[in-house]
C-alpha cells in the first residue's frame, strides 16, 4: 500500500510540475505576443514632418520663369532689383540661352547667366575652365551694360529660419581681367555682409581651387533676401568684366538632406529583446516540467518493480 501510495504521490507531483510548465510557457508567449508589438506605426514621410530642404543653383536653373520657385525658396537674376529677360543666343561665338538684358546688342549684352549646356565647347567668349551644367554669369562693365548697374543672384526663402550656405567661385578664363564678389543678407532696410572678395585670372582662383564660403548657419527671416552680387572689381586695370563660373547651395539648418524622413525609424532591438526574455523563461519552465514528469515516471516504475 506505501508502494502505491507513493507512486500517486509522484504521478500527482509530476502531473502539477507539468501543468506549472505548461501555465508558465502560456503566459510568456501571450506577454512576449502582446508586448513585441511596435509601440506605434513607424514614421512615413507626411506633409507635417521636416522635407529634405535643399536649393542648389544648378539643380534648380529654369529656361522657362525668372524669377522661379524651387523646391525650397526662389531664385531670381537680376540686374539691380530687375530680373532678367529670357535670352534665345547671346552670341555667335557663344550661342547659350539663359537670362539677360532685353536688348541683346553688342555693346548692351551684359550681364548674361547661364547654365552650360552639353555642346558648347569652350567658345572663345567663355574661355575653357567650365565643365556640362555649369552656371556661368557675365558681369556688367561701362563698355557691355552702359551703366545699368551691377548683376546679382537672390535666393528668397519661403519662411523664417536658418540655413546653411556654401559658395564657390572661378572664373572662366584667363584675360587679365578682374571680378569681385559680395554675399549678403539684405533686408527692407540694412544690408548684411557675410563674405566678399576678388576672382583674379592669373590662374591662382580656378574651378579646381576656386574662392570659397562655407557658413554654417545664417538667420534668415521670410522678408529676407540672401544676394550674391557680381561686379568688376574696383581695382581692375582692364575695365570690362567676365565670366563667372558659380556653385551656390544652401540647406535649412536641422532637416536630414541625405536621409529620406521614412528610413528614420526608433531603435527597436534593445525592446525586443526585453521581450524575448519572457519567452525564453516559458521555453525553460517547460522543458524543466517535461523532465520532472520524466523522472516521475521513472520513480513510478521502479518503485512498482520493487518489494509490495
Known amino acids: 500500500m506505501k508502494t502505491k501510495a507513493k507512486i500517486a504521490q509522484a504521478v500527482v507531483a509530476g502531473g502539477l510540475i ?8 502560456w503566459i510568456g508567449t501571450i506577454a512576449n505576443a502582446d508586448r513585441s508589438q ?10 507635417s514632418q521636416p522635407q529634405p530642404q535643399v536649393a542648389d543653383i544648378k539643380a534648380d536653373w529654369s529656361n522657362v520663369e525668372n524669377p522661379h520657385r524651387a523646391a525650397f525658396g526662389t531664385w531670381s537674376f537680376n540686374l ?3 530680373p532678367l529677360s529670357p535670352v534665345a543666343s547671346w552670341s555667335a561665338l557663344a550661342p547659350v540661352s539663359g537670362w539677360g538684358t532685353s536688348a541683346n546688342v553688342r555693346g548692351n549684352d551684359c550681364p548674361i547667366g547661364f547654365r552650360a549646356p552639353p555642346n558648347l565647347t569652350q567658345p572663345l567668349e567663355i574661355g575653357p575652365d567650365y ?10 562693365d561701362r563698355f557691355n551694360s552702359r551703366g545699368a548697374g551691377e548683376a546679382n543672384i537672390t535666393w528668397k526663402p519661403s519662411q523664417e529660419g536658418e540655413v546653411a550656405v556654401a559658395l564657390a567661385l572661378w572664373p572662366t ?4 581681367r578682374l571680378n569681385h564678389w559680395q554675399l549678403a543678407v539684405r533686408s527692407a532696410d540694412s544690408l548684411r555682409v557675410l563674405g566678399e572678395g576678388s576672382l583674379p585670372e592669373d590662374g591662382t582662383c580656378t574651378r579646381s581651387r576656386p ?31 567676365d565670366f563667372v563660373g558659380i556653385r551656390f547651395t544652401i540647406n535649412a539648418a536641422g532637416t536630414m538632406a541625405s536621409r529620406p524622413v521614412a528610413a528614420v525609424t526608433p531603435v527597436a532591438q534593445p525592446v525586443l529583446l526585453h521581450h524575448n526574455i519572457a519567452m525564453i523563461i516559458a521555453l525553460c519552465a517547460l522543458a524543466l516540467s517535461i523532465c ?13 518493480r520493487g518489494p509490495k
Open 18 to 25: 507539468l501543468l506549472m510548465g505548461i501555465a508558465g510557457w
Open 80 to 82: 539691380e532689383n530687375t
Open 131 to 140: 565643365e556640362e551644367g555649369d552656371i556661368v554669369f557675365h558681369t556688367t
Open 211 to 241: 574662392a570659397a564660403l562655407t557658413l554654417e548657419s545664417v538667420k534668415l527671416n521670410q522678408a529676407d533676401i540672401l544676394e550674391l552680387r557680381l561686379n568688376r572689381s574696383p581695382q581692375a586695370s582692364d575695365p570690362s568684366g
Open 38 to 47: 511596435p509601440a506605434g506605426p513607424e514614421p512615413v514621410a507626411t506633409a
Open 292 to 304: 520532472a514528469c520524466v523522472g516521475v515516471a521513472w520513480m513510478a516504475i521502479v518503485l512498482r
Open 173 to 176: 578664363r584667363r584675360i587679365g
